[in-house]
Structure formats: C-alpha cells, structure tokens
C-alpha cells in the first residue's frame, strides 16, 4: 500500500514533545496582553500591554523597512514580534527602574528559547537587535521608539503637558534616516488624522455619497 511509513516510537515521541513545548508557547505569549508596560506609570497617563506595544512595533518596523530597501523586510517582521517577547517572564521596567536594576531579560529569552523548537531562531534575532548593529536591527530599535512616541503624542493631545516633553527627549534617539523623516510628521500629526476631517460631509449628512473615505482621500 502506497503511503507514509509508520513514524517509529522515537519520532513519536519527538513530535509530541514539539507539540507540547508549542502549545506552552502559544499560552506564554498571551502573557503578554496581561503585562503592562510601565513608563505610562510615570507619564500619569494612558495605559497599554506589551502586547499592544509589540503589534505596533511590528507595523512601524514594516514600514521604516519598506523604506530602506537594502532592509531584509521578513527578518524585520519576526525580530520586531520578538525583541519584548521575553517581558512575559520578567515585566517592563521603565527608565526609571533601569537606574537602579536591571531584569536578567537575556537569561530569560535564553530560558524560553530552551522551550521552544524554533527557540535558536528567536535567540539569533533577539540578540541582533540588543547588539544594533545590523541594518534591520536599526529598523527594529527605531521602530520600538517611534511607537513609544506615537503613544506620548497620543497623550499629548489629551492634555499630558508630560508628553511632549518626553518626545523631544524620545525623538533625539532615533538613528535611521526612515524613522526621522517620519518622526517630523509624526508629532505634528493628530492621532485622528487618518480618519477625521471637520469638513467632511459624511459626519453630518451620512449620505452614500459621502461613505467613501477613499474618495476623500484623493
């Protein structure tokens, strides 16, 4: 009979042991959505996961990457959803914290690593970003910042007199030249821009023919 040979008991084994180090991870992760960063602490303002901070990283990372085009955009993706992973196991710690100590987040990546199948692949990654030397390794650490002032800039406009000051002083990190030609728009954007427009006739009327923002757009 045509078909896969039987998998002996050892490659059973194998795979069951990958199943269950993968599903671990799968939970591990979703740690993260309960982990909150704390710099907001200190802002007096605002709130968000190292989830939500992670997703957004990610995108920015894409796009600083889809603007350098010497940039290896994969490698950036997967570094960007990697670079926090490990503050499932060791919380965020804000600057002020880091004054005083740091948490061992390399022994921890280096513990979850030793969990997971893939573990070699996201310690290559995590590792390149904490070293910022390689291109997407800029990508990745601008994109981390610029996220962290899209978020200031979002209090900003709720009133956080905080918030801008801490953009001047977040902004003077970035390194790549993609991150700072956003950055310039970027703080003098409102975060409602992409959406909003006082004129627009669709918030008064909702009329069809005012439904489509993409005609509003052009």
Do not use: C
């Amino acid at each position: 009979m045509l078909g896969s040979p039987p998998s002996s008991p050892v490659q059973r084994s194998m795979k069951e042991k990958e199943l269950q180090q993968i599903t671990d991870f799968i939970y591990e992760v979703g740690i993260l959505s309960k982990t909150p960063r704390s710099g907001f602490w200190f802002l007096g303002t605002g709130e968000q996961s190292v989830a939500e901070h992670l997703f957004r990283t990610t995108y920015i990372a894409y796009s600083l990457a889809h603007l350098t085009p010497k940039a290896d955009k994969n490698k950036v993706i997967f570094m960007a959803l990697a670079h926090d992973l490990a503050e499932g196991r060791t919380s965020d710690l804000n600057y002020v914290h880091q004054r005083y100590g740091r948490l061992a987040e390399t022994q921890a990546f280096d513990d979850l690593t030793e969990t997971v199948p893939f573990g070699a692949v996201l310690r290559s990654l995590y590792l390149e970003e904490q070293a910022t030397k390689t291109l997407e390794a800029k990508i990745v650490k601008d994109a981390d910042r610029l996220e962290w002032i899209a978020s200031l800039r979002e209090e900003e406009i709720k009133g956080n007199k905080k918030a801008k000051e801490w953009i001047g002083t977040a902004k003077h990190r970035l390194t790549t030249p993609a991150a700072k030609k956003i950055v310039s728009i970027l703080i003098k954007t409102h975060p409602d821009h992409w959406w909003f427009d006082k004129h627009d006739k669709w918030f008064i009327s909702h009329d069809e023919k005012y439904r489509s923002m993409r005609k509003k757009k052009k």
